[in-house]
């Protein structure tokens, strides 16, 4: 069983040792000629990336860390997953026996090394200075029309005003100056909680950023865990020992074991415009006001090492680590939510865009109350679409998913829109930032019809060139831009060329998205929204309730307030292409293709 590492040293010394660490000492820009070396090799399945010679930083940079399956496995260990589905069984098996105590023995001795260690120093207090300059970190420029620089491994600390419990979150910062970042709080998130909080006090809020230390701290801080359950704990658990703090030192306790402390506040009301920034979802999101974190002191490590990701069309290096947290969780939704067996958010599409769950239908209809459930549960409240079923499906087989749900669901009664909901913040489909709506499709029982497998017809509609099959029941189509007919989708799905397919999706690009699951994922679910884009071929309502007659169309063409696809500029990727050698003078690299990256599939490239 592989152990957890204690900080982030421990880990770059383990891949260092297995020749999964590459150290880069010739001079590199943090202004886009980072992150476009990062997405080649990342892109080409490469190892973690140590920048010795950043221009202009006082510290090395280091990227990539988790960017494969096997990498971020390697950086939390399977220690947390075993303790937690032990302590799972623990619970079903209530009031357990002597010999089941005894079975499970183990977990007693490792929850004792669950907790916080209080301590007067450490390694993070090595050098304390109020001559805070954030422009000497190497914080990097993703994308040509980024904004400006973002902190984009922040672990964001904070305290409820009045005591109730400590919140640990990533939100990007956006570096606006040598002592002051944004603070992204967007929609459900803790630290904005806290921050709400003490802004209608009128007080300021005290902020502490860590950057490196354990990582199961980032395990910890994007875990979707339900408020005022505290992070700490879990990184304690995921890390396998009590979590040495240092008090005394700032207003919060500081990580020991951290790289870097940024320690300062918000105050109320005060608000900066944020981004652009090139997002997860692979498109950017636009510019926005955010509140603005200044930072009066810095705390570090004598030699620290400042640790960055890259994010962007998927799957890049958030990917990896968000499924690691869905392996690692999936073994409380049961325990949680006790209808639902099976539960996956898809990071093809930036997470919540797309969720399936595998429920119990004990009595009728019992589905849509774990729909409700789901939807009504921390984080998972932002997803935006959910498929439901109750059969025998692997989720993580997407392909094999969707097919099982369209064999089985009737439209008229088992397609949901729910409109005037909140929706991720990052996601630009709906009306308004923040605002937007929700679908549920449910496939329960056995099926109800056959699926047509190939597309046959004599005649398309008008505007239509290409029909392609992504899999049983559900064609893609491509039609006349969202510019030049913006309804186009409800005209199409009434065509009897398409009466036999349950699911339809209107595309501008119908090869990409049936190339492979992660580009259908990518191009459907983060280009359309419920209330929006979902059209029959005819609907009426029946009891308050809307009766979609199939086929069911999703329109997902780009709509022309839709943000930009993020793209490397020519000048960076010909700079890179040209200094390739040069950044790794001792050893092979392969240059993978960052364009196309992971969501084109192998055989493509």
């Known amino acids: 069983m592989s152990s957890p590492h204690p900080d982030l040293r421990s880990f770059l010394r383990r891949l260092k040792g297995d020749g999964d660490l590459v150290v880069v000492d010739a001079p590199v820009d943090a202004r886009l000629e980072v992150a476009e070396i990062h997405r080649r090799v990342i892109a080409a399945g490469g190892p973690a990336l140590l920048f010795t010679n950043v221009k202009g930083a006082a510290f090395p940079l280091v990227t990539n860390l988790f960017g494969t399956p096997s990498r971020a496995a390697q950086a939390f260990g399977d220690a947390p997953l075993a303790f937690i589905k032990g302590l799972v069984r623990l619970v079903q098996d209530m009031p357990p026996t002597p010999a089941k105590l005894w079975q499970a023995r183990g977990l007693a001795a490792a929850a004792s090394h669950v907790g916080l260690r209080r301590t007067t120093r450490g390694p993070v207090t090595e050098v304390m200075t109020s001559e805070v300059r954030l422009d000497k970190l190497p914080a990097l420029q993703l994308w040509p029309e980024d904004g400006g620089p973002f902190v984009t491994l922040p672990l964001v600390y904070t305290e409820h005003p009045d005591g109730h419990g400590h919140n640990l979150g990533m939100y990007r910062m956006h570096v606006h100056g040598p002592s002051h970042t944004g603070m992204h709080w967007q929609i459900g998130k803790g630290g904005g909680f806290h921050y709400q909080v003490a802004e209608q006090r009128e007080q300021a809020l005290p902020v502490t950023v860590f950057l490196g230390g354990p990582p199961a701290l980032i395990l910890s801080a994007i875990a979707p865990l339900p408020e005022n359950v505290p992070e700490l704990l879990l990184a304690s658990l995921i890390a396998g020992r009590r979590l040495p703090l240092v008090e005394g030192a700032a207003p919060h306790p500081l990580v020991a074991d951290a790289e870097f402390a940024l320690i300062g506040e918000v105050a109320p009301h005060a608000r900066q415009p944020e981004g652009p920034f090139g997002d997860h979802y692979g498109y950017y999101s636009l510019q926005h006001d955010y509140p603005v974190f200044n930072v009066r002191r810095l705390a570090h490590r004598h030699d620290a090492i400042y640790p960055a990701t890259v994010v962007g069309k998927p799957r890049q290096e958030d990917f990896f680590i968000g499924d690691l947290l869905q392996d690692l969780l999936s073994p409380l939704f049961p325990l949680v939510m006790p209808a639902v067996r099976q539960l996956w958010?898809?990071?093809?599409?930036?997470?919540?865009?797309?969720?399936?769950?595998?429920?119990?239908?004990?009595?009728?209809?019992?589905?849509?109350?774990?729909?409700?459930?789901?939807?009504?549960?921390?984080?998972?409240?932002?997803?935006?679409?959910?498929?439901?079923?109750?059969?025998?499906?692997?989720?993580?087989?997407?392909r094999a998913t969707l097919t099982h749900v369209l064999a089985r669901t009737r439209p008229e009664t088992d397609l949901y829109v729910f409109s005037h909901t909140a929706m991720d913040t990052l996601d630009y489909t709906g009306p308004m930032v923040n605002k937007g709506s929700k679908g549920v499709l449910m496939g329960l029982g056995a099926p109800v019809r056959d699926l047509p497998q190939a597309?046959?017809?004599?005649?398309?509609?008008?505007?239509?060139t290409t029909a392609r099959v992504y899999c049983p029941g559900c064609l893609v189509i491509d039609g006349p831009s969202y510019a030049d007919e913006p309804g186009?989708?409800?005209?199409?799905?009434?065509?009897?060329?398409?009466?036999?397919?349950?699911?339809?999706?209107?595309?501008?690009?119908?090869?990409?998205?049936?190339?492979?699951?992660?580009?259908?994922?990518?191009?459907?679910?983060?280009?359309?929204?419920?209330?929006?884009?979902?059209?029959?071929?005819?609907?009426?309502?029946?009891?308050?309730?809307?009766?979609?007659?199939?086929?069911?169309?999703?329109?997902?063409?780009?709509?022309?307030?839709?943000?930009?696809?993020v793209e490397c500029d020519p000048d960076t990727a010909s700079l890179v292409g040209r200094r390739w050698k040069e950044y790794f003078p001792h050893r092979r690299i392969e240059m993978g293709d960052s364009h196309r990256g992971h969501l084109d599939p192998p055989a493509s490239r």
């Open 488 to 565: 186009a989708a409800a005209r199409l799905v009434a065509h009897p060329a398409f009466a036999d397919w349950p699911l339809v999706v209107l595309s501008d690009e119908p090869l990409r998205a049936t190339a492979s699951d992660m580009n259908f994922l990518w191009t459907t679910f983060t280009r359309f929204e419920p209330a929006a884009d979902i059209h029959a071929a005819s609907q009426r309502v029946v009891r308050h309730h809307v009766s979609y007659a199939p086929p069911v169309l999703i329109d997902a063409r780009m709509k022309p307030w839709f943000p930009k696809e």
């Open 345 to 398: 958010s898809y990071g093809e599409t930036g997470y919540h865009s797309l969720a399936a769950a595998v429920v119990k239908e004990r009595y009728g209809r019992e589905a849509l109350g774990s729909a409700f459930r789901i939807l009504g549960e921390g984080q998972l409240a932002l997803t935006k679409f959910l498929l439901l079923t109750d059969g025998d499906v692997d989720l993580r087989d997407f």
């Open 455 to 464: 597309f046959h017809s004599a005649e398309l509609p008008q505007g239509v």
